[in-house]
């Protein structure tokens, strides 16, 4: 069965940096990718970035590109999102997720707030 446990949330000023993580186990996750979601009181849930195992090919929604950075660590079955120069609309519960068989996102963590004061 496929788990993953994210961690590093928290609450942090305008402008501060921080790193969440993702553990995933249950299955080899070299084929498929892992994203970020992230999803604010009263809002949908969006993709905030990917990243496929092999190859680290990587994409990032426009509200954090160049601020955000996507990574994995194969050996760890680990995928980390560096958030740098965080701003208030970045406050949202984030969640780590993998795809399945059929390439979307089925498998989900339980979520870590991340809120953003100014």
């Known amino acids: 069965q496929v788990q993953l446990v994210e961690s590093g949330g928290g609450l942090v000023q305008v402008g501060d940096s921080l790193t969440l993580s993702c553990a995933a186990s249950?299955?080899?996750?070299?084929?498929?990718?892992m994203g970020w979601f992230r999803q604010a009181p009263g809002k949908e849930r969006d993709l905030v970035a990917h990243i496929r195992w092999s190859g680290s090919t990587t994409w990032y929604a426009n509200s954090v590109k160049g601020r955000f950075t996507i990574s994995g660590d194969n050996a760890k079955n680990t995928v980390y999102l560096q958030m740098n120069s965080l701003k208030p609309e970045d406050t949202a519960v984030y969640y780590c997720a993998a795809t399945g068989a059929r390439g979307t996102f089925e498998y989900w963590g339980q979520g870590t707030q991340v809120t953003v004061s100014s």
């Open positions: 249950g299955r080899t996750f070299s084929n498929f990718f």
